[in-house]
């Protein structure tokens, strides 16, 4: 390894009691930039992904419909309701953490 890595393996920054500092290679994101809470950040992300993927594949399936090819379109199918549920299930979630967040 070269002497640049931290203690960790990760060419983020080392701080002085020799490890990596989380909010440092979390590229910017969430509680070292605004506050709020790595985890929070993350789930929001992968909500907003979900939401946006679901609205694009309205398009890819609308495509595949149009093409007349069954696998495209059932396998379009599967992917807008796999980022349906998973938009639903991060929903939930934050519904529930929301409660025990600090305000700021």
Known sequence: M???M???GTTGTTGTT????STQTSGGKGQG???TPNF???LVSVLYHSLESGSKIQQYLQDAQQSGNNDLVQFF???QQQDKQRAQ???QILSKISSNLPSH
């Not at 020799?18 to 500092?21: A, E, H, P, Q």
Request: zero cysteines.
């Open 6 to 8: 931290g203690t960790t």
């Open 33 to 35: 930039a605004t506050g």
């Open 89 to 91: 299930q991060a929903q």
């Open 18 to 21: 020799g490890t990596t500092d």
């Open 77 to 79: 199918q599967q992917v």
């Open 2 to 4: 070269s002497s640049g």
């Open 40 to 42: 929070v950040f993350d």
